[in-house]
């Protein structure tokens, strides 16, 4: 890979992990994902007035991704009330492609090669770790996390498939952006009744940077895997784990245990692996 794929992935990385950082350093989080996600449905308009619909097939995918982040996104804000971003972040990212691989090797026809058996190991071992010993992570945050994983694992299996009936994936992740920024103020107001956003609010303006920080992120994901192997950058991409522990412990006053260190990287080498 050239330098630029290796930044791009790095700096994916960063932001992946800054943006999940200000998420959980925030008063109150579910608010602060609902406004996020404007900052997502202003970019995507314009893809909207410029491109054709997507075919009707893409549909029933594109409606089921949006509803599945909406899923993520409260999952997530309810693994960060009851864990440290360095006890949450790892599980979550660590569960995606251990969830895609066994996947795809009982309900496809892949085989789990030993690159692959090695890295379903270590991150099982990497997110056991965060759960035994002094400083654990509770019971109620690994599960949340897990599940949070979980609807990853969904909504990206969803994309891979529904993005290829569209037949332009511009298209198609605007039409999931704009209907994810829908939804999730809906589910806010059923869960809180009111949605009250003053933009000349700081918090407010924060809250749209750190929408467009996450959606920067991804941006660099796709322009690194527009000129490199998906498979090495997403495994670059999974070094976000251990960010996050450095970004919890260095801004947000978390602590940098030895367990918790082992477990990031044992975390991170299995992603790894399963990348390759």
């Known amino acids: 890979m050239s330098a630029t794929v290796i930044s791009l992935a790095l700096f994916a990385a960063i932001l992946h992990a800054s943006w999940n950082a200000f998420l959980r350093n925030g008063a109150d989080r579910l608010w602060t994902v609902t406004v996020m996600s404007f900052s997502g449905t202003v970019l995507a308009l314009p893809f909207l007035l410029i491109h054709p619909l997507p075919s009707s097939g893409a549909w029933p995918y594109i409606v089921l991704s949006a509803l599945l982040q909406v899923a993520y996104s409260v999952f997530l804000v309810a693994a960060y009330r009851y864990g440290e971003l360095g006890q949450v972040y790892p599980v979550v990212r660590g ?65 891979s498939l529904g993005v290829r009936q569209a037949g332009s994936s511009g298209v198609y992740a605007a039409w999931v952006l704009v209907l994810y920024g829908t939804f999730l103020p809906a589910v806010f107001v059923i869960m809180r009744r009111q949605l009250t956003v003053d933009f000349r609010s700081s918090d407010t303006w924060k809250a749209l940077g750190g929408g467009v920080v996450a959606m920067v992120a991804y941006g660099a994901v796709i322009a690194a895997f527009s000129l490199g192997p998906a498979g090495p950058i997403t495994a670059l991409r999974e070094t976000s784990v251990i960010f996050a522990v450095l970004i919890g412990w260095l801004f947000m006053g978390e602590s940098l245990t030895l367990r918790r260190v082992f477990a990031c990287l044992v975390v991170a080498a299995g992603a790894i692996l399963l990348g390759r």
């Not at 692959?116 to 509770?138: D, P």
Request: proline fraction near 2%.
């Open 95 to 159: 569960t995606v492609p251990l969830l895609v691989t066994l996947g795809s090797f009982i309900f496809g026809s892949d085989r789990l090669g030993s690159h692959q058996m090695a890295g379903v190991v270590l991150i099982a071992v990497g997110i056991m770790s965060l759960t035994l010993g002094k400083g654990r992570a509770t019971a109620s945050s690994i599960f949340l996390a897990l599940a949070t994983g979980a609807i990853i694992a969904a909504y990206a299996t969803v994309d």
